[in-house]
């Protein structure tokens, strides 16, 4: 008797769960099938946008994380198992995970962001977050900049993909600027042809668009140049430091006079 009663009762869970289950297993199996078939096609589309490569496995395994965990909620919903407060339980935990690691989770998009969009890349020169440098190397969550005399600066994503950044690297070529000033009396046509032949001997200085030298301002001890010229961007800082250098030495040959700051000092004697 106990035995049929047994019987019955385990026939009776297979006929009301029977079906359930068979298509939870069936739905877990196409599913993982979709899954991967999903994954590759956002792996196709990784590769075809170019995304940074230290970046695509930790999007591949987060897209397939989230996939296998709908697809395991999904599966006990069709068991008849409640999510709701399960579901609730892990919001709850993911927010206080959240607010606990704000800081690091804020640099952590930031360096998504960065890898993604690419305002900058290694080997450029950039300012930002008041330091000025040479990306060395992007990591999730910090950049590696390196400073002209040789210091590593480590800068948090989270800053530098929300702040103003400058980089130096981007175009192709750069303008530099000058003011070069001559003595009161001075013959200024000549000045001006002086410089303009030391830009033109220079071969780093581009000849489109032209030199512009023209006089800027009647100062109280000289009178100024402005001076602009443009220059491949990896040939700046050589081409502005021998301009100076050559100008300096060429004035003097040229009989040309560059002033110092001075005052005259009147004394009246009282009788």
Not at 13 to 34: E, F, R, T
Not at 175 to 203: H, M, N, Q, S
């Amino acid at each position: 008797m106990n035995t049929d009663k047994i019987l019955d009762q385990l026939t009776q869970i297979g006929v009301d769960y029977g079906p359930k289950l068979l298509g939870a297993i069936a739905v877990l199996i196409i599913g993982g099938w979709v899954i991967k078939g999903l994954t590759r096609a956002f792996c196709r589309m990784m590769d075809k946008s170019k995304v940074d490569d230290s970046l695509k496995p930790f999007l591949k395994g987060l897209v397939g994380m989230l996939l296998k965990a709908l697809l395991f909620i999904s599966v006990l919903g069709m068991l008849g198992i409640e999510m709701t407060s399960f579901i609730a339980i892990l919001g709850a935990a993911g927010l206080a995970v959240g607010m606990a690691l704000s800081g690091t989770l804020q640099n952590f998009a930031g360096g998504v962001i960065i890898l993604i969009f690419k305002p900058f890349k290694i080997g450029d020169f950039i300012e930002a977050q008041g330091y000025l440098g040479t990306v060395k190397e992007i990591q999730i969550f910090n950049t590696i900049v390196t400073t002209p005399d040789n210091k590593t600066i480590i800068i948090p994503n989270g800053g530098l993909s929300t702040s103003s950044l400058t980089n130096y690297s981007a175009e192709e070529k750069r303008r530099v600027d000058w003011t070069f000033g001559v003595a009161y009396g001075d013959d200024v046509d000549k000045a001006k042809e002086v410089i303009r032949k030391l830009c033109e001997a220079d071969p780093r200085i581009l000849k489109d668009p032209e030199v512009f030298v023209a006089v800027s301002a009647l100062a109280d001890s000289s009178v100024n140049f402005a001076v602009r010229a443009w220059v491949k961007a990896p040939d700046y800082w050589g081409v502005f430091f021998d301009l100076n250098e050559n100008v300096y030495k060429t004035f003097g040959k040229e009989g040309l006079n560059i002033p110092f700051p001075q005052m005259d000092l009147h004394v009246h004697k009282n009788i």
